[in-house]
């Protein structure tokens, strides 16, 4: 999703003196046209591409963990041995080169292929499997029954009317007009045909029946399973006021939501933001962008303050606020009309059209009605498997043992999504593996940019280490509760959060060891 980088550092088919080479570290080079790394662990060498294919993030800034690299932006991971994406945000493979060691120097050669898993390769082969949602999670784990070698009936389904998409994005760079909209479908309909996925596109599931494994279309059909993975994703919260169902009242949730947006943007002046939320925030920026004018009407005396904390909150108004933003706190919307909102309060602001963006709901009237277990979200374990057998959750409506904090949680991010989606996968394969990602977010607003690894729902402590102006922005914030660090948040300081996420990481581990 960026444009082609020139080429830097020596050309690596030519050579490089292995002294060079220092153990852990990346040297960026080319080979064959194309910028790669080449990275020195031990006695072994690898080179691979040098450009994360999530968002095209520099790899040399990222970090060597074991055999694999870390993206610095949104905390992808690649495979130096086979240039393998191994987990979300990326979905596609970087290039892998064989290398050579000869007189004192390493050579990069020809191109390596990942070889494909064969069918023999997967423990358990269900007969079928059948995957409820289309979003992040439901996406990812369909991509990944097809490279981990499952080769039986595959169907993914999806009430949206396109391709599954890449969500972040709209409410970020395709909103702003920054993204084109190539940048959004997160493959095009041909893929999901090649690997024989059947991704059924306004298609909803009015029941699932887990004692004859069989899922209830809205047409009235019933498909068979033998392995469900509930992804249905959450909803977004809807307003109870009168005037909430005019026409120019917009969520963001889908494509056609935001293209339904952009319309408006592009016709109108003046917007009112319901809600100070992530996805409030973001819209507000980007309609900015489009020289709409905004205004944000938030319950709340500082945006974001119970999830960022008030330093990182009272940053955002200012931003905002510097770029023409008008916030109303403390303030609620009691009606809406084709021209006005009205607050509580009685007073009245101008608009052409609406956007809420007041939370969202997990997506769970399937699974209760399916009795599967869970209040307000579904319960998993640490497989992802529900309390019923052979039926799995991910995503946004999944709650699972956390083994850092030592709770159930339930996040509602891109990349966890799209993470447990690809372990859901695994453990429909019967590789009984733990979900045990550290959870990780980032937000994008105007030139500023906020990455968050950890999970905090609740703190009693907040540090700040560094600066967070409008003239200077390079900090982290250290979530703690009891006098344990359990989040942090990072401007400007990407490779530390990939040192975060690692330390994170390694005391969850310590834990499961010595069983909590």
């Known amino acids: 999703m960026s444009e082609t980088p020139q080429l830097a550092g020596p050309d690596l088919i030519q050579g490089v003196p292995l002294s060079e080479l220092k153990d852990g570290a990346m040297l960026l080079g080319h080979a064959e046209g194309e910028a790669a790394i080449l990275v020195r662990r031990g006695d072994a060498l690898y080179a691979i591409g040098a450009i994360c294919t999530h968002y095209g993030a520099p790899l040399v800034e990222g970090l060597i963990v074991d055999e694999t690299v870390r993206c610095p932006w949104h905390h992808a991971c690649f495979d130096l041995r086979t240039g393998e994406a191994l987990r979300a945000p990326a979905l596609n493979d970087v290039p892998c080169w064989r290398v050579e060691q ?15 898993r064969e069918p023999g390769a997967v423990p358990a082969q269900p007969t079928s499997i059948a995957i409820i949602g289309g979003g992040a999670a439901g996406n990812a784990a369909a991509e990944m029954l097809r490279r981990e070698g499952y080769c039986g009936p595959l169907m993914l389904v999806s009430a949206d009317d396109a391709v599954p998409c890449d969500r972040p994005n709209l409410s970020k760079g395709y909103l702003a007009g920054a993204a084109p909209y190539e940048w959004v479908p997160l493959r095009p309909m041909e893929f999901y045909r090649s690997h024989d996925i059947d991704l059924r596109l306004r298609t909803r599931v009015t029941a699932i029946d887990t004692g004859n494994r069989e899922v209830q279309l809205g047409d009235g059909s019933r498909l068979g399973y033998d ?68 205004e944000v009407v938030a319950r709340e005396s500082v945006p974001m303050e119970r999830t960022l904390g008030p330093e990182v909150g009272g940053f955002l108004r200012t931003l905002h606020e510097a770029h023409g ?20 309060s009685g007073e009245t602001l101008q608009v052409d059209f609406v956007i809420a963006g007041v939370g969202v709901q997990p997506a769970v009237a399937l699974a209760r009605q399916a009795g599967i277990a869970g209040e307000g979200a579904i319960d998993v374990n640490e497989y992802l498997e529900t309390s019923v057998p052979g039926v799995f959750a991910a995503g946004d409506i999944a709650r699972w043992p956390d083994s850092y904090t030592g709770e159930r949680l339930r996040v509602e991010h891109w990349v966890v999504a799209e993470r447990q989606g690809q372990t859901a996968a695994r453990n429909m394969l019967g590789r009984r593996e733990r979900f045990d990602a550290v959870p990780f977010f980032w937000t994008e607003q105007y030139d500023f940019g906020l990455a968050y690894v950890g999970y905090a729902g609740r703190w009693d402590e907040v540090e700040v280490d560094g600066k967070l102006s409008l003239d200077e922005r390079n900090c982290t914030v250290t979530y703690r509760r009891e006098g344990k660090k359990i989040a942090v948040a990072l401007i400007h300081r990407d490779h530390q959060g990939l040192l975060e996420e690692v330390e994170f990481e390694k005391e969850s581990l310590r834990k499961e060891r010595r069983g909590g």
């Open 227 to 294: 392995a469900l993975l509930l992804a249905t994703g959450a909803e977004p919260v809807r307003l109870q006021i009168p005037g909430c169902d005019l026409a120019h009242v917009h969520y963001l949730r889908t494509v056609a939501d935001c293209n339904a947006i952009i319309d408006k943007a592009c016709a109108s002046r003046r917007a009112v933001v319901i809600g100070s939320s992530f996805i409030g925030l973001e819209v507000a920026a980007s309609l900015r962008q489009r020289n709409v004018a905004v």
């Open 102 to 116: 000869r007189d004192g120097k390493a050579y990069v050669r020809e191109k390596r292929t990942i070889a494909k």
């Open 325 to 344: 933003v008008n916030f109303h706190f403390g303030a609620e919307a009691s009606a809406i009309t084709p021209s006005s909102v009205t607050l509580k």
